[in-house]
């Protein structure tokens, strides 16, 4: 086995600031350093240097074509690749090519992609543009080797079409609202602030083989059968053990790749449940990093395939087991190097840090069906509040440390003393003792301050990062924005900063809370406190419709009413079809490969019961009429289930798109779904294995 050296390795791929400054005329470079501070417009002759630049860093590293990637509403990664080619001469001679024009623009078909009502199928215009603040790379797999240029998606109207456009401007938002604070304080050093993500992703590795052998994971991602294992994950012996020597493998073919391609993977273990494993990031800035996780997901699902492996990113392939999140680690650092929600030793005595903390509680308190709204998917309806992710209720968890001196501010307006964390002694003379944190971690909160950051562990493992980012980044901003307000007219900046903190803190109280997320006692207490309960995707896309939230997003230019009006309808058919997928699939394997075996079981048990019955011997045969009576009667509810499912579901398909139909699919669909699952479940643990059509779940989560 080669040996890999990261150092080596590490971003020879990427078309970085390093290769720019080396490669680039001294002008261009610094020309386009300032063209990411805002402070310059591109021009078309340092775009043209830039691309020939580009391409020829490409073209030695065998690139033939090029393309513009971009993240479309569908929460996916598309592109369209170009070949480096001119129109052939009279000689029929080619010219390798790349222009600044292509460089900055593209334009893919606008119409095939959701756009909710903003584009028609006759207006196909769409334009994407060059993010120069990512920077570009190139990829090399059996396809060929190919140089992807980062770029935001936008219609021919100038409406949003991606994910991408609206983190950067959300950026561009708190970045702005945050310099004001800093200059309150008397910071004038730090020129900027960026909002910075780590994405944990999680996910399961199965055999391939298998994998195939179950349209529903082909189709819908998950399993829409299966009974539960013998063993799951009760034991907590897969959880951090060893990693399989296949998995290990396949893992460490996926660090190559990402650190090729500058991704700092750092992180890997198993995780809870069976064949579900980490791979987890060092912090970047969150545009940044929302790109990067959109290539760990595309590698790991890339890679798996050359080991015989399949990668599932669904948030819940599996009942009964372990789902898979993604916590969101968000922070705020500025240009010279200070993390804005670092507390310090004695963070009583940090001002700074304690208005930044009201800030966020406000933020997160005013704003919790927002945050719930970035996090709602179809598979994370099967994940949260499940006693193996936070629930559905938003809260925050500061520890004991900065909860402390939130009683002191609220009860006196003053605070005197911070809690430390003291030795951690261990009782074992060859163990040193060390300093520990002045806090515990509450792992079933979904929004958890842990140190210098805040972890946002709602989101799901499919799911793209920017949402759940260009949601902070907006709140954040807002709160920045009506404190900076304030306080800039203050005639005492210290004492109004006191009385600001000590208001907040008050008033939004409520949304903290470090007890048992699981526990049936919080949804109560929940409601009492008046927090918003947002139980599935239907009802959190309502969210977007709010006056509030569109007073919010148009306040920075982030979302227009119309945008957000998309957004909401593109999640009412996302859901919609999510579950009309699925359950077309589980009439498919019910009706063409699970009943048919179960009849040809049952005829069998039937048979091996009447040939001991003819025999004459006299054998009791009780139990075999027992069991042909159960299995026949958990068939003869499986098939009245699935004619009820197939009804039900066309009736849904015939409706017109929208919030009505996605609600009908929860209400209607969904449970039909379930009363076709539960026989069909019951019968996999009646009928000879040999004789089942589709590989079971210890065959799955077990066989890598």
Known sequence: MDKIRVDAIFGENVFSDAVMYERLPREAYLELLRVRQGEADLQRETANVIAEAMRNWAVEKGATHFCHWFQPLTGYTAEKQDAFISAPDRMGKVLSLFSGKELIKGEPDASSFPSGGLRATFEARGYTAWDCTSPAFVREDASGTTLYIPTAFCSYTGESLDKKTPLLRSMEAIGTQALRLLRLFGNTSSSSVKANAGAEQEFFIVDRKRYLKREDLMFAGRTLFGAKPPKGQEMGDHYMGTIPERVGAYMRDVDEVLWKLGVPAKTQHNEAAPAQHELAPIYEEANIATDHNQLVMETLKQVAGRHGLMCLLHEKPFRGVNGSGKHNNWSLSTDDGLNLL???????????????????????????????????????????????????????????????????????GEVTSSREGGKMHTGVYAVPDFEKDATDRNRTSPFAFTGNKFEFRSVGSMD??????????????????????????????????????????????RVIYSGNNYAKEWTEEAKRRGLPIITNMVDAAGELLKEDTVRLYESFGIYTRAELESRAQIQYEIYAKAINIEARTMIDMAGKQILPAVIRAIGEMASSMNSVKSAGIGADTSVQEKLVIMASGYLKDAQRALQDLKETADQAAAMEPGFTQAAFYRDSVVPCMEALRTPVDALEMMIDKRMWPIPAYSDLMYEI
């Open 464 to 509: 793209s990062i920017a949402e759940p980012n260009v949601v902070l980044n907006t709140i954040a901003a807002e709160a920045f924005r009506e404190a900076a307000d304030v306080l800039e007219k203050a005639d005492d900046l210290n004492t109004s900063v006191q009385e600001l903190i000590q208001c907040w803190f008050m008033e939004h109280q």
């Open 342 to 412: 670092d507390p310090g030793k004695t963070p009583h005595e940090n001002l700074q840090f304690l208005l930044i903390l009201a800030c966020m509680i406000r933020a997160v308190d005013r704003h919790a069906g927002l945050l719930r709204e970035s996090s709602a998917d179809v598979g994370n309806e099967e994940r949260l509040g499940g006693n193996e992710a936070p629930p559905c209720i938003i809260s925050m968890f500061l520890g004991t440390q900065l909860e402390d001196i939130i009683e002191q501010i609220v009860a006196t």
